[in-house]
């Protein structure tokens, strides 16, 4: 039987460890390190946490299901791992044998998480596929991994994999999860002894492979990042002792989270092994609908969330539309600058270079908090305090108003090849506008061209190639080159400026990273997607996209709901208000760099028309070969 890693040790006040930094010629810093706050597992992998679960608390609730009803049903640590066990036996009865690869293309559900430690704990790879993954991406990562088995959720998904079946000889299983697959699974398995999972979990270590995640891939097709169950310990333990009071409970309110970002992205799947290394209870909301997600969230509760920043900009944004509605939109405007103000205050005092919050300015706060803030603290279920926020810059702004309003937000910085956050805000010493310190354990470094390289434990094995059935290392001496341009401040605080690739060099030679400019105009209610152009041009400019709830609301307080998209995209009140977004994003830039022209498209850009990735980037590439009429009519005023 597999010795199970150990808990994470408890750990000093993060508030107290400072990054170490390693400054250039000029002074500047160009390297930061913290050390590890948790030792580093030298035995035992991932499969073992629910066992260890059951031996240390086996009556803690460790995950919650949904029921018909709407009510929420606790799952026990002694549940979980009887589940785990029943379903990896019925993997090894199928004639799994250690190291096979089995992909899950699921939304977010109870069944995700239990295959994915049910397949580990019977030595078994899981690769993630999108669930709004097309033919052609599903036939590649099956392809490509060797996958011999796929766990979908419905049965649109089983038709796209099954037309590909012919094309994939090595897929020998198709199990449907709204069909009882895994019931299947643990009937099948029911003669298969305890001891043969438990011999299955002592083959695994720390350097074993536990998942292939594929990137979504803004250009070329994806690659398999190989993740080691020692690269989620790195991660998983030295983000809950830095987020001590997210991870652990402080309040008569337990630990809890709602997760409804998907676990095919390595940013949900990383929070949902930390959730279950900490025994934070943890529920699956499979519906990103915004009715569907007000709903759980109200029932369930939770006191922590993970979103990325078009969640938090969509509760902003329906807030003040609410408000507008009810004619009070100059008291949610004044609400939302007292907010900031107090966050930056707070932040300030935090860093030792102010008082922190005055006496009028508490007063305030506290004037506007049954109005404004407690409506916005509901939407989120009524209990959220924290929010780990990833994916893209969240914005200063945005930062700073939830401080204000109640809600800490701890925002990161990684790739699926660092196993998630790379970087994270420190608790009580956050900087706003920036991606924080390296995480325990992990250093940063800003390259001669201001490229940002990583090291750490988190990082992964390297990229799968499918002849060698093995990853392809992607490190120089321990550092990984992320392709995103950064710059660290005196203080070792990251801000993340643009990718690398995306760089835009007009023919003037100026050099333009295009994404604080489209970053500032998305968080715009009426904004859905903006892409900067401007390479070998004489100046920049921007397609933009209207955003479906923004637009609705707006035509509502104009009166305009019977106009036609394709006459509105030229209305001169819309794009009025478009240039007053676009004037306020050009004040964070110099003239070179700001936004000469723009023109609103009559579409959305979308994952389901190619122009987005799964995790929301922009395929520019595609984007520029679909709009390049738009483009070039922009040079031609």
């Not at 379903?87 to 199928?94: D, F, P, R, S």
């Not at 924080?436 to 090291?455: K, M, Q, T, Y």
């Not at 400019?541 to 006459?567: C, F, N, S, Y």
């Not at 676009?582 to 389901?608: C, G, H, K, Y």
Request: glycine residues 10%; hydrophobic residues 40%; contains cysteine.
């Amino acid at each position: 039987m597999s010795t199970p890693p150990a808990s994470p040790a408890p750990a000093p006040s993060p508030v107290l460890v400072e990054p170490r930094t390693v400054r250039d010629a000029a002074g500047r810093v160009r390297e930061v390190s913290v050390p590890a706050f948790a030792p580093p597992v030298r035995h035992g992998s991932l499969a073992d946490i629910p066992f260890a679960n059951a031996r240390e608390a086996p009556q803690d609730a460790v995950l919650s299901r949904k029921e018909p009803d709407g009510s929420w049903r606790d799952v026990t640590a002694r549940a979980f791992a009887d589940e785990v066990r029943a379903v990896a036996k019925g993997l090894i009865a199928e004639g799994f044998q250690p190291g096979a690869r089995i992909a899950i293309m699921a939304r977010t559900t109870y069944e995700w998480t239990l295959l994915d430690f049910a397949a580990w704990a019977a030595g078994l790879v899981t690769v993630p596929i999108y669930p709004t993954s097309s033919a052609y991406q599903v036939r590649w990562i099956l392809q490509d991994s060797g996958a011999r088995a796929c766990a979908v959720e419905t049965k649109e998904q089983a038709r796209i994999v099954s037309q590909e079946r012919r094309e994939l000889d090595g897929l020998a299983h198709l199990w449907q999860f709204d069909t009882g697959a895994l019931g299947r699974l643990r009937t099948a398995g029911q003669g298969v002894p305890d001891a043969a999972v438990d011999a299955r979990r002592g083959l695994l270590g720390p350097d074993s492979p536990a998942t292939l995640i594929y990137t979504s891939g803004t250009t070329g097709r994806p690659k398999g990042c190989v993740l080691t169950h020692g690269n989620f310990f790195a991660e998983v333990d030295n983000a809950i002792e830095l987020l001590h009071p997210v991870f652990k409970s402080v309040s008569a309110h337990p630990a809890s989270t709602l997760l409804f970002l998907p676990l095919s992205h390595v940013f949900g799947r990383m929070v949902a092994i930390g959730c279950m290394r900490a025994r934070v209870r943890l529920g699956h909301a499979p519906s990103i609908r915004t009715e569907d997600l007000l709903a759980d969230l109200a029932g369930f509760k939770p006191s922590f969330l993970l979103a990325i920043p078009y969640v938090l900009e969509k509760v902003f944004n329906t807030g003040r539309a609410t408000a507008e509605k009810m004619g009070r939109a100059s008291s949610f405007d004044r609400a939302a600058g007292i907010a900031q103000r107090y966050g930056q205050a707070v932040e300030a005092a935090e860093h030792g270079t102010g008082p922190g919050p005055g006496t009028a300015l508490k007063m305030a706060r506290r004037l506007y908090d049954p109005l404004v803030y407690r409506r916005i603290r509901a939407a989120l279920g009524g209990h959220v305090r924290y929010v780990i926020c990833g994916g893209s810059p969240l914005g200063r702004r945005l930062a700073s108003f939830y401080a204000g309003a109640g809600i800490q937000i701890f925002e990161g910085y990684g790739l699926t090849e660092t196993t998630a956050a790379h970087t994270v805000t420190p608790p009580l010493k956050p900087r706003m506008g920036t991606v924080g310190w390296p995480l325990p354990g992990a250093s940063v470094r800003i390259a001669d061209d201001g490229e940002v390289l990583l090291r750490g434990g988190q990082v992964f094995a390297g990229y799968w190639d499918a002849r060698r059935g093995e990853p392809v290392p992607a490190v120089d001496e321990g550092w990984f080159a992320t392709g995103d341009i950064g710059v660290l401040d005196d203080d070792g605080y990251l801000t993340i400026t643009g990718r690398k690739k995306d760089i835009i060099i007009t023919s003037g030679g100026k050099n333009v990273v295009p994404a604080p400019l489209e970053d500032w105009l998305r968080a715009h209610p009426l904004v859905g997607q903006c892409m900067v152009v401007g390479d070998n041009r004489s100046f920049i400019t921007a397609l933009i996209t209207l955003d479906e709830d923004g637009l609705a609301h707006w035509r509502q307080m104009k009166k305009k709901q019977g106009v036609p998209l394709g006459e509105l995209i030229d209305d001169p009140e819309l794009r009025g208000t478009i240039q007053h977004a676009v004037d306020d994003a050009n004040t964070s830039v110099s003239r070179a760099e700001s936004i000469r022209a723009f023109t609103v498209l009559p579409v959305d850009f979308t994952e389901a028309s190619g122009h987005l990735t799964p995790s929301l980037k922009l395929r520019r590439d595609v984007v520029a070969r679909d709009f390049a009429a738009e483009i070039e009519a922009l040079y031609r005023k």
